[in-house]
């Protein structure tokens, strides 16, 4: 597991408070709503906004590529992972 995968498993139990699971028991594959995880809108709100300090990605709420970006670990990885390439492109 990479450290950003880690530490994004580690800003969903953080942000959300899910005190019984740990970064073992997240699935990176797995989904984050409805099924896997079980988030739901207002959980994705408070994600939205934690990814937006810890790693400066901002997301737009409504938007269908929103919704790719929020289906599993790994997508969340992708998306930081260009925002961070990004960034160090336009600097």
Known sequence: MSDLHRDLKQLIIDSLDLEDITVDDIDSDAPLF???LGLDSIDALELGLALQKRYGV????DSA???KHFASVNSLAAL???HQAQAA???
Request: no cysteine; aromatic share 0%.
């Open 89 to 91: 492109v336009e600097q």
């Open 80 to 82: 930081v992972s260009a």
């Open 34 to 36: 409805v099924d896997g």
């Open 58 to 61: 901002k997301i737009e709420a």
């Open 65 to 67: 590529e929103t919704k």
